[in-house]
């Protein structure tokens, strides 16, 4: 288990190769979102992707915002088009491994359609890395 995770220490990671402070590329969407993430945990989030054959990838973190929290699916992901976002983690499915069984042990997630709403999350966080912080000296 990992320990250092944003609340309690990541089960299902070990399912996934996992990038942290990354997400997906601005030119991607995902196609399904978590409809209330806030009260949803990592491995909530690894579970229904472990459970649906079209995710490829998953992207938990904080998002900012209203929402706070995001939980998002991939169908594709390449590994060299990956941003840099902080307190984002991008976890992609390693092919052969058996963890369906440890995923049915956590509540399913309700799921809904994905939107442009994630690429402005992304945009945005990627303008604001680029902005200057005064208040930082050794920026």
């Known amino acids: 288990m ?3 995770h944003f609340s309690e220490p990541c089960v299902l990671c070990e399912c996934f190769l996992n990038f942290d402070d990354n997400d997906a590329p601005l030119n991607i969407n995902p196609y399904l979102i978590a409809e ?22 998953a992207t938990y973190g904080l998002a900012g915002g209203r929402q706070i929290i995001t939980c998002e699916f991939y169908e594709e992901i ?33 799921m809904t359609n994905g939107t442009d709403s994630s690429s402005e999350r992304r945009q945005k966080r990627v303008k604001l890395a680029g902005k200057t912080n005064f208040f930082y000296n050794g920026r």
């Open 78 to 110: 390449r590994l060299e088009d990956l941003i840099y976002i902080p307190y984002m983690k991008m976890h992609t499915k390693i092919k052969n491994t058996n963890c369906t069984t440890k995923a049915e042990n956590f509540e399913p997630m309700v």
């Open 36 to 57: 209330n993430p806030y009260n949803s945990t990592e491995d909530q989030c690894l579970a229904n992707c472990i459970m649906d054959d079209r995710c490829a990838a």
């Open 2 to 4: 990992k320990e250092d």
